[in-house]
């Protein structure tokens, strides 16, 4: 058995799960063992027979006998007979369909049984348990490693699997449990070097496997999560620590500068400069008269003037003149995720760029746009042109500002010296995405990528190690914070009393909810939360009749989302009922209310998100968090949202508070739940970096440790880079 083995090779599997195996993403030996339980039983689960009653999900310990097989009478269902007997009494179990189970102990072995207390014609039963033998375990596989006390602890916990259809914890823990006594696994070689494993306390590949799947203590559980979650975290940062050194390796086009130019450009602006925004901006100045390019991630929340910066990044790059070492005609990509934030980015750019003559050209899956133009309006100052008029102008150089969409970085897009790229808000904008903006000659653009998005510092070390860190952590003076009130449900009519005045003064509003529809309320009785439908039909009928309400959802085209927006922003409705698919969005001044419905099911980073949308005006904004709770301590954790000073701090508290989970995990990051352990924990974020870092300087291409070189290549298709 080898690690890159198809698991089908040794384990024989039904049609039904291999496809179970592929969706839980299972291929190989090796995914099988890196396959973690999400939880283990406990001792503390472990009931006395006595205590069992039908309808418990229970773990039971004790000697087993009377074990038999046979088929069963009608169905000729092959079944297993046992019975259990421990210290308070003695219940008889039943295999369904699995008679191997009753084959798998021996008569007075002492097993711990996981199952449902059901009720037949015989009395009670123990239905189709898992089964964790004494002793299963290879345990004399590391003798001294395991040590004294493992004797005490052997019934610490049994693994439960996450499962799927077709594939049962048992059948992983199973494989698993074969995989492991094959020997295949006392002969890994560990990936990870002595020295850091000794430095940090973490057991070696062999042991951490072995514990990882059956663990003896829960020291020996935890220990091998923490190997595991640390290794996860180091293999990111490892990746995008090479990635970085790669980009870097390319040649830029160096950005040469004028001051005064800058100084000009500044100055124009209809505010002046936050102390954070000049900083910035000189920071990656510097950078960007490198000859290697800038690769930076500019964090700010909503509102804290990040557009100021990439219009000014972009005007010293376009002011570049020719010197002998540096080029001219420098060109400037700027994109963002949708195309109404694409679209809104250009009309930002026309206000900065209008007096300088220089041309802005817009790209998106519905149309090209070119500034200025002849026949502009005070309305439209841009005119829409062909896609192939606007491609023929971007290589030649005649634009030098391309806004856009993804269709930013197609191939018949070709710019003439693509000096700088503007990434704004796009987490997963990797490798792939960027080789496509190295050219032939092996130039590359400055890279600025951009976020709102609050995520706490360990999380930011790990997902963005490619990239250095600039923060804007100051808001624009004489922006009036946003008026915060947390609503207990008798607080509601008062609320709704102080917003229809806003509305008649002529403003508008947001109402947020966690759902779309009604639940189905035989399946989520629980579910209290406001849909979106029910909670606009709602406000129609009873609260608001005499204004007009739209809706807004994830389930919507993306044009009918588009054309809501445009409906919106127009005033043409004044309150829009969504879900948080407004949170990262479009700006509209004369929304100064924002009210969130279920806010406790929110986490405080979102919450604060989601509030952002009403900063912009120069109207006073509220945000009201309803909550549907009474409970005194759920209304605390929210409190921290009226006194923190921004979407980075609110997101420490979410980890602090809600933990890890909270963050996204996997679907957002690209992080397993176990990566997410590391992320509670700083000094290990912290540690992985410095060891990465440290072997990357020292080995770039990884020659002395060719096992970690192989595994990381594995996991970077597992962890998504590209
Ligand atoms: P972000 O992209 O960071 O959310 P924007 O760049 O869109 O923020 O800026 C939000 C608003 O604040 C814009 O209307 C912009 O003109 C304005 N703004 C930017 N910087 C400042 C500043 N230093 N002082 C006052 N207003 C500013
Ligand atoms: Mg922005």
Avoid at 89 to 107: D, L, P
Avoid at 359 to 382: D, H, M, N, Q, Y
Avoid at 471 to 478: K, R, S, T, V
Wanted: net charge positive; charged share 25%.
């Amino acid at each position: 058995m080898y690690l890159g083995d198809d698991i089908t090779k040794h384990f024989r599997t039904s049609e039904e799960q291999k496809k179970a195996l592929a969706r839980l993403g299972l291929k190989t030996i090796r995914d099988m063992l890196y396959y973690f339980p999400v939880r283990y039983t406990n001792v503390s689960e472990i009931k006395l027979i006595r205590d069992a009653s039908i309808g418990d999900t229970v773990t039971l310990y004790g000697r087993i006998g009377k074990l038999k097989t046979r088929k069963a009478f009608k169905s000729k269902m092959p079944m297993g007979e046992a019975e259990l007997e421990d210290s308070s009494g003695r219940i008889n179990i039943i295999w369904f369909n699995q008679a191997y189970m009753a084959k798998m102990v021996h008569e007075g072995d002492t097993v711990e049984l996981s199952g449902k207390i059901a009720e037949g014609k015989n009395g009670i039963y123990l239905s189709n348990p898992e089964l964790k033998e004494k002793n299963a375990l290879p345990i004399d596989m590391h003798g001294s490693l395991f040590g004294a006390g493992s004797e005490a602890a052997e019934v610490f916990g049994f693994p439960i699997y996450r499962e799927t259809r077709n594939i049962t914890s048992r059948f992983i823990y199973h494989t698993v449990q074969k995989i492991l006594k094959s020997g295949l696994v006392q002969n890994l070689e560990d990936y990870l070097p002595n020295e850091m494993l000794a430095k940090y306390n973490l057991p070696k590949l062999s042991t951490a496997l072995v514990w990882m799947h059956a663990p003896q203590t829960e020291n020996h559980a935890q220990s091998a999560r923490k190997r595991f979650s640390f290794e996860e975290v180091f293999f990111i940062q490892l990746a995008r620590k090479i990635e970085r050194e790669n980009y870097l390796e390319n040649k830029s086009f160096p950005v040469n500068y004028n001051p005064i130019d800058i100084d000009d450009f500044t100055g124009r602006f209809p505010f002046k400069q936050t102390r954070a925004q000049e900083n910035a901006i000189a920071t990656m100045l510097t950078d960007m008269a490198k000859p290697h390019p800038m690769a930076r991630l500019l964090e700010g929340d909503v509102g804290s003037g990040k557009t100021a910066v990439a219009a000014t990044l972009s005007y010293a790059t376009i002011k570049t003149r020719p010197d002998g070492k540096t080029y001219g005609n420098l060109q400037v990509a700027y994109m963002a995720p949708t195309e109404i934030l694409a679209t809104q980015h250009f009309e930002n750019f026309i206000k900065y760029f209008k007096h300088t003559g220089i041309s802005v050209g817009l790209i998106t899956g519905s149309g090209c746009r070119k500034f200025p133009t002849k026949v502009a309006s005070a309305k439209e100052p841009w005119t829409a042109i062909s896609r192939t008029q606007l491609l023929k102008w971007v290589a030649n150089g005649e634009i030098p500002i391309l806004i856009g969409t993804h269709a930013l970085i197609q191939k018949s897009v070709k710019f003439k010296h693509l000096a700088l790229a503007i990434i704004d808000e796009q987490h997963r904008f990797g490798t792939m995405q960027r080789k496509k903006l190295v050219t032939k000659e092996g130039f590359a653009p400055h890279l600025l990528s951009m976020t709102a998005t609050p995520i706490p510092r360990t999380l930011a070390l790990t997902i963005y190690g490619d990239l250095d860190l600039s923060i804007l952590d100051e808001m624009p003076m004489g922006r009036k914070p946003i008026i915060t009130e947390i609503v207990l449900p008798n607080g509601r009519d008062a609320v709704y009393a102080f917003i229809r005045k806003e509305l008649q003064n002529g403003r508008q509003a947001y109402v947020i909810c966690p759902r779309i529809d009604e639940p189905d309320p035989e399946k989520e009785m629980a579910v209290q939360a406001r849909s979106v439908t029910a909670e606009a039909e709602h406000l129609r009928t009873s609260i608001f009749p005499e204004y007009t309400i739209g809706i807004l959802h994830s389930k919507m085209t993306p044009a009918k989302k588009d054309a809501v927006m445009e409906e919106f922003s127009s005033h043409k409705i004044d309150i829009l009922v969504a879900t948080s698919v407004v949170e990262v969005g479009v700006n509209v001044p004369n929304a100064t209310l924002i009210i969130i419905e279920g806010a406790e099911r929110f986490g405080l980073a979102q919450l604060h998100q989601l509030r952002g949308r009403v900063i912009r005006s120069n109207h006073q904004a509220y945000c009201y968090l309803f909550a549907e709770t009474k409970s005194e301590k759920t209304a605390d954790r929210l409190k921290a949202i009226k006194t923190a000073k921004n979407g980075f701090e609110l997101s420490e508290h979410d980890l602090a508070l809600r933990g890890a989970g909270e963050l996204g995990g996997t679907k957002q990051w690209g992080i397993t739940d176990l990566g997410m352990e590391a992320i509670r924990n700083i000094k290990m974020v912290e540690a992985a970096r410095a060891e990465a870092s440290a072997l990357v300087t020292s080995d770039p291409h990884l020659t002395d440790y060719p096992a970690m070189k192989a595994l990381l290549d594995i996991k970077k298709v597992e962890i998504h880079f590209e």
